[in-house]
């Protein structure tokens, strides 16, 4: 069963920000959103992960509802290197045995657009 | 530029071979990924190993797949005999897990494109 809903594609002109949503209705307390992203031909990157709070790095930044039924990906301005697809994963990180594993699903394609 | 190396990058092999793929995690890291992706099913975990140990390989096809760390630095999955379903690209990540946790971030090495034909 998916933990994470997403939509199948999305664009965003260049320069312009490109939010992406990620809807996990059923998280528990005790784990995560991660946000990876897949550039053609290349292995996953990590990108920014979050509990509760909203948090942002030198990647993006990342909104978690209050409910964390749902959370946004926000890049501010996007490059046309930003072209990939977005995974939005939900895991408990403070177990180490199997509920941690990192688990993907079908993921958002962003395309950008000059 | 610390970085998970696999090797080989392309591999075509006929059916019925055996196939080895190596991966060299991140020096220091404790904890292993291997995932297969194809188009149709996209990303799919097939094990993951703690500190050489294997904590989960509940998705991997037990009769011809098979995943070990003979060392901390060396991880290898290993397909015999291979088939043309077997063909994708195959991922190995590493990461630092710290006392009972998982490991917060995954590094992900550039993949064995694997053809069987």
């Known amino acids: 069963d998916a933990k994470t809903t997403q939509p199948t594609s999305m664009d965003c002109a260049e320069g312009r920000a490109a939010n992406l949503p990620c809807n996990h209705s059923?998280?528990?307390?005790?784990?995560?959103v991660y946000w990876y992203r897949q550039i053609h031909s290349q292995g996953p990157q990590y990108i920014i992960h979050?509990?509760?709070n909203n948090e942002t790095n030198e990647m993006a930044s990342l909104i978690i509802t209050e409910d964390r039924k749902s959370s946004t990906l926000i890049l501010p301005h996007a490059t046309l290197r930003d072209t990939a697809v977005y995974y939005c994963?939900?895991?408990?990180?403070?177990?180490?045995?199997?509920?941690?594993?990192?688990?993907f699903g079908k993921g958002t394609k962003l395309s950008v657009k000059p | 530029d610390a970085r998970v190396t696999q090797t080989p990058r392309h591999k075509v092999t006929e059916m019925g071979q055996e196939v080895t793929m190596r991966c060299q995690p991140i020096?220091?890291?404790?904890?292993v990924f291997w995932y297969r992706q194809t188009m149709m099913q996209g990303l799919e975990l097939l094990a993951y190993f703690r500190n050489r140990a294997p904590l989960d390989d509940s998705g991997m096809p037990k009769d011809r797949f098979s995943a070990e760390m003979p060392d901390a630095t060396l991880a290898t999955l290993k397909i015999q005999p291979s088939e043309p379903r077997d063909s994708a690209v195959y991922f190995c990540a590493s990461g630092l897990a710290r006392d009972l946790s998982a490991a917060t971030e995954a590094f992900f090495g550039q993949g064995t494109r694997l053809t069987v034909v």
């Open positions: 059923t998280i528990s307390g005790n784990e995560y």
């Open positions: 979050g509990l509760k």
């Open positions: 994963i939900v895991r408990a990180v403070n177990y180490g045995g199997s509920q941690g594993n990192l688990i």
């Open positions: 020096l220091g890291h404790n904890t």
